[in-house]
């Protein structure tokens, strides 16, 4: 399908089932809209009225553009068909291999993040420390569960997982020695909110995690609206410094700061400014995803607001990296020129089936958004997994499984969507979650519009 849009004076028309995109002028940016369902002679008639003010448009013009756009057809460039639908089918024969794991080393937080999807760090269960003994097993049974694949990726997570670090470091040392023993190679993820980040930390994290992970929402009012400690202070100016040191110290690469918006910052583009302007180059910001009783859930009426955000944000973006201030926004990478296999592309994070989260006891969920839900639970790191059913339907839950997606220009850029999302809003992991989905769009939109913009410079 073809999807037309104009954003910050782009005319801008990408074909989504080849990934193809084209920056036209007005005229040929109409005539492609028209294309499709009208006759030639249809389209020089109807654009010859359009631009009846405009004396340099005239059919000669207009037919060389029509000729164009079916050269382009032909070459697989405009109004290219799906190829990939029935690739979808085969999903559950395919024989998938486990390659990541995020270990839930603390059912335990030392803040009281209000909006937090975990019960403030407790998953809404019962405190808990993953010991080394669960670690350890963990980790065998990713290597035990990866077939040929080398490279295996493992989160530490919470709560709050540098509660306990000695497990950390104690599990670190283990996996590589594993590591030559099994010709596999460990990729490492600290995900913290920075309350307890000291020296010994940073370097041990600047030593073993391929990324770092560390929460911050922005500005400090809006940090420290939710992002309190057990006693109600905020924890901005303890954590703030702290960051800016671990990033400084990893030579602000593979590491980022990871915050979330709410109804009550709609401008969420100031908190991603803000951190910018702290010196932080690698930035996410995600929507919370809430009960809709909260009061700090994101709300239809905020939708508005919320895409006009995300087009203030690039246009700065493109303004700071001219003037050599440039970062990175999460949720605005793109690869347009190859970008991950079609697999991935449909599938999206192998949720449930290449991923999953070990709760502190060693219990498995497809991830962390779904643990301490009975229906998902997988199994357990010592005895495998055995609700092989779940796993099925995981297999299935791509971008095809969603009704909504299969005329959705997005579809190869979101593979269908985040499905802990879609079960929390819909109850059912192939629903849609639908404000998600909007926000999504337009990330797509702006992040191409920001590609555009490095490639062509100003729209004239």
């Known amino acids: 399908m073809v999807h037309r849009y104009k954003n910050n004076g782009y005319n801008i028309v990408l074909d989504s089932n080849s990934g193809s995109v084209h920056v036209v002028d007005p ?73 990541a794991l ?9 803040l009281r993040c209000k909006y937090c999807f975990a019960g403030e760090g407790e998953y809404k269960g019962h405190k ?20 040929t694949r080398r490279n295996l990726e493992v989160d530490f997570f919470g709560g709050e997982p540098l509660m306990d670090f000695e497990v950390i470091k104690k599990l670190v040392a283990y996996a590589r020695e594993q590591e030559k023993i099994y010709d596999k190679n460990f990729r490492f993820t ?15 994290a600047n030593k073993e995690m391929s990324n770092v992970v560390l929460s911050l929402d ?8 939710f992002r309190v400690t057990p006693n109600g202070k905020g924890s901005y100016d303890l954590i703030v410094p702290k960051f800016q040191k671990m990033a400084e110290s990893r030579n602000q690469q593979d590491y980022y ?19 910018a302007d702290l010196g932080f ?32 944000l690039a246009v700065e973006m493109i303004k700071r990296k001219k003037a050599g201030k440039g970062f990175t926004f999460f949720h605005f990478m793109i690869d347009m020129t190859g970008g991950p296999c079609i697999v991935k592309r449909i599938s999206g994070c192998g949720v449930g089936t290449e991923y999953m989260a070990v709760t502190p006891w060693g219990d498995l969920y497809p991830c962390h958004q779904f643990v301490d839900n009975p229906d998902f639970l997988l199994g357990n790191v010592f005895d495998g997994v055995k609700n092989t059913e779940i796993i099925d339907k995981f297999k ?48 797509i939109e702006c992040a191409i519009m920001i590609k555009v913009a490095e490639a062509f410079g100003d729209p004239e």
């Open 257 to 275: 700061i990871r915050g979330t918006y709410t109804h009550f910052n709609t401008d969420f583009a100031s908190d991603i400014l803000h951190v």
């Open 128 to 147: 808990a420390i993953m010991s080394y003994e669960v670690g350890k097993r963990a980790l065998d049974f990713l290597i035990e569960n990866s077939g």
């Open 281 to 312: 180059e690698q930035i996410s910001m995600e929507p919370v995803v809430a009960p809709p009783e909260e009061d700090y859930a994101l709300k239809e009426s905020d939708l508005p607001k919320l895409l006009s955000e995300y087009d203030r």
């Open 396 to 443: 299935m839950c791509n971008v095809y499984a969603h009704e909504e997606c299969k005329d959705c220009f997005a579809k190869m850029y979101c593979s269908g969507g985040c499905p802990a999302n879609a079960f929390h809003s819909t109850g059912d992991i192939t629903g849609v979650y639908k404000l998600g989905c909007e926000l999504h769009k337009k990330r």
């Open 27 to 99: 005229v040929a940016y109409d005539v492609i809209g028209l294309y499709e369902d009208h006759s030639t002679d249809e389209i020089v008639t109807k654009i010859l009225e359009a631009y009846k003010d405009q004396p340099d448009v005239n059919e000669e013009e207009i037919r060389e553009i029509i000729e164009d756009v079916e050269t382009l057809k032909k070459e697989h460039k405009l109004f290219t068909k799906d190829i990939f639908a029935d690739t979808a089918v085969d999903f559950k024969q395919r024989q998938s291999v486990i390659k």
């Open 190 to 204: 600290l995900t913290t909110n920075g309350v307890l980040l000291d020296e010994e930390v940073m370097e041990f």
């Open 218 to 225: 922005g500005r400090k009012e809006v940090n420290d609206r």
């Open 102 to 110: 995020c270990l839930h080393i603390a059912h335990d937080c030392n």
